[in-house]
Structure formats: C-alpha cells, structure tokens
C-alpha cells in the first residue's frame, strides 16, 4: 500500500521514501560513546546513564516504556520495562516512561546520573518555569520536576 501511495504522490520517482529507509537500515545502529556523553553532563560526574523511551502498540491496544541503565564506559548494567492497556499520545507515553525511570532511579541508584530522552517537547517543557500546563502530560512533568527536585544529582538531556 506505502509504494502504492508513493508512486501516487510521486510518479517520477523522485522522493525516494523507500530508498531512504532502505539505506537508512543498512548502516549499524551508532550509540555516543562515554567520551561523547562525557560532553553532555553537568559538573557532577554521573556514575551512570540511563537511557529512556516509550512505544505505542496500537494494533493491542497498549503503551510500553523502557529505561536502559549503563557506567560511565557504556556498559549496560540493568533494566527495566513496563506494558499497560490502552493507547496513550506519544507525548503522554514519554512523560510516562521518564516518570516511572525517575521513580525507579531515585529508589534504586543513590549516585549522581545522567538520564537521556529522545522527546524534545519534554525535554523543553522541563525547563519551562513559567508555564502552568493543566494537561495530563503537564501532570506528569509536574511529577518528573518534582523527582528531580528531591534529586539534584540526577540530569536529563
């Protein structure tokens, strides 16, 4: 049905959404490396990162969330992920999954660390100051601002 559309919308060919996906996934997965991620953090030394993301299974009705925990040198160390029914926005499913990998870090990781989210709007609506959202993904940076608040040591980039 995708090359239906695109041949379509694109009879000559010249947008190549297949093609780019095609080489997009031929080349290896890259991953910062700890020199890389070493630039990114604040004057405290995080003794470890977590990476953190969420997805949506639409087809079964469900949202997931995982947070991967690795030292300094990018070794993995441990994990953690979680399903539940229903579908949420992608916004709400990456509040989601950053409230919960704060809750578990903060409970579990007493040293300083470094957290990265690949969603930019909560990532911003994390430093806004100013702004008072009423929504349920502002509720739920509400509750991340306050894990960080308890935890100074502890950054999200």
Do not use: Y
């Amino acid at each position: 049905m995708l090359c239906f559309i695109v041949t379509l919308l694109d009879p000559c060919g010249i947008i190549g959404i297949k093609e780019e996906w095609q080489a997009a996934n031929l080349l290896p997965p890259t991953f910062p490396s700890a020199a890389a991620l070493d630039d990114a953090v604040s004057p405290t030394v995080p003794s470890w990162r977590c990476f953190v993301d969420a997805t949506l299974f639409t087809e079964h009705r469900r949202t997931g969330c995982a947070a991967v925990l690795c030292d300094p040198h990018g070794r993995f160390v441990q994990a953690f992920s979680s399903v539940r029914d229903g579908v949420l926005l992608a916004s709400q499913a990456e509040a989601v999954a950053l409230r919960n990998a704060l809750q578990w870090l903060v409970n579990t990781h007493p040293d300083p660390g470094m957290i990265f989210t690949d969603a930019q709007s909560l990532f911003l609506a994390l430093r806004r100051t100013d702004s008072e959202d009423c929504s349920e993904v502002g509720f739920l940076v509400d509750d991340c601002k306050s894990l960080l608040t308890s935890r100074p040591d502890i950054r999200v980039s």
